[in-house]
């Protein structure tokens, strides 16, 4: 199983505190108290090896310049229209999708195209299926314009559990789509933001596979 490099400092800081408190609870505890303990720790050492998993994924074949994948693995919890939003400046149309902390927490580019807009936003920390977690909680913007000259916007976002972003992409890149671009820690949300044209391709409860599952078509 490959492991994201940014998370293995978080599974080396929990292995040592598992293999130090359990090594302690067998010097100290009786045997009972020692074995609850050493198995609790051990299955959150695994949790957290798990959760940094890296599979690779393969797009569809022969898909279209215009096929939009989802960034990531999860669960649709909105499909609504908007009137106005940043970087796009013009009626659009929000797709987000909830990631669980059971979830692959890897991000991938859902479409081909030059970053023009990047903005991180500090922020609070609500349930990341809150909708009002879209314009409070903390997260990272980037806004992706296409080859065809139209615009995408999408969002990595921060839930309860969640409290840090991390991308590896920066303006003026070129972003080819289904290539990692960053991941978001322990439970998180994901908007993709188009323009209002799209055809929309999955709808709310809906579960997505990140760099596989096709979501939108812009309309070229």
């Known amino acids: 199983m490959k492991i994201a490099h940014e998370g293995i400092p978080t599974i080396a800081l929990v292995g040592l505190v598992t293999v130090v408190a359990s090594s302690l609870s067998w010097y100290f505890l009786p045997l009972i108290s020692s074995i609850i303990i050493s198995t609790i720790l051990f299955i959150i050492w695994f949790l957290s090896i798990y959760f940094f998993r890296d599979p690779e994924r393969i797009s569809p074949p022969n898909l279209s310049d215009d096929t939009i994948l989802s960034p990531a693995d999860g669960k649709v919890v909105v499909v609504k229209e908007l ?3 940043e970087y796009l ?4 149309i929000q797709i987000s999708i909830f990631l669980s902390p059971l979830n692959v927490h890897i991000n991938r580019i859902p479409i081909s195209g030059v970053l023009e807009y990047l903005v991180y936003q500090t922020g609070e920390y609500l349930m990341a299926w809150d909708d009002r977690a879209t314009m409070n909680n903390e997260q990272a913007k980037f806004g992706l314009r296409h080859a065809s000259g139209q615009k995408v916007l999408f969002r990595q976002i921060t839930g309860f559990l969640a409290r840090r972003v991390v991308y590896y992409i920066h303006v003026g890149d070129y972003l080819e789509r289904n290539k990692r671009f960053g ?6 949300r994901m908007d993709v933001v188009l323009p209002r044209s799209a055809n929309v391709l999955v709808k709310q409860g809906d579960k ?5 599952s ?6 070229i």
């Not at 400046?89 to 659009?92: C, I, L, M």
């Not at 096709?214 to 309309?219: D, Q, S, V």
């Open 89 to 92: 400046e013009k009626k659009a």
């Open 208 to 212: 997505v596979v990140g760099g596989e």
């Open 214 to 219: 096709i979501i939108a078509k812009l309309a």
């Open 183 to 188: 991941l978001m820690k322990f439970g998180s």
């Open 83 to 85: 009137e106005s939003v």
